[in-house]
Nanobody
Framework: QLQVVQSGGGWVQPGGSLRLSCKAS????????IGWFRQAPGKEREGVSC????????NYADSVRGRFTISRDNLNGTVYLRMDRLAPEDTAIYYC???????????????????WGQGTQVTVSS
């Protein structure tokens, strides 16, 4: 059973940066993929970025490509989402999720993830 704990987030002005962290425990990190999702008020939860179990495959939603960077450190079992040039439309609750179903290939589809973090608020406003 994986447990996923997130940290980071908060408030930032447009154009600013934030970093989110996601740490999963209960399984060795090379056996699971990690995805980041977000949900804005009144909207569906959408995939933002994902990284496969060994960090060799990365995916980004079109809306964040070139501004967000996902990375992982398997020595400490932590995945990071660096968010630059943030805009008000990035405001949402961000969720980290883990999947051990299909190592080496990560997906931005929420149904492919079984273990979810608690969510963290990211607010971008002036």
């Amino acid at each position: 059973q994986l447990q996923v704990v997130q940290s980071g987030g908060g408030w930032v002005q447009p154009g600013g940066s934030l970093r989110l962290s996601c740490k999963a425990s209960g399984l060795s990190s090379e056996y699971y993929n990690i995805g980041w999702f977000r949900q804005a008020p009144g909207k569906e939860r959408e995939g933002v970025s994902c990284i496969n179990n060994i960090g060799g495959q990365l995916n980004y939603a079109d809306s964040v490509r070139g501004r967000f960077t996902i990375s992982r450190d398997n020595l400490n079992g932590t995945v990071y989402l660096r968010m630059d040039r943030l805009a008000p439309e990035d405001t949402a609750i961000y969720y980290c999720a883990a999947s051990a179903r299909r190592p080496f290939y990560c997906s931005l589809t929420r149904d492919n993830y079984d273990y979810w973090g608690q969510g963290t608020q990211v607010t971008v406003s002036s």
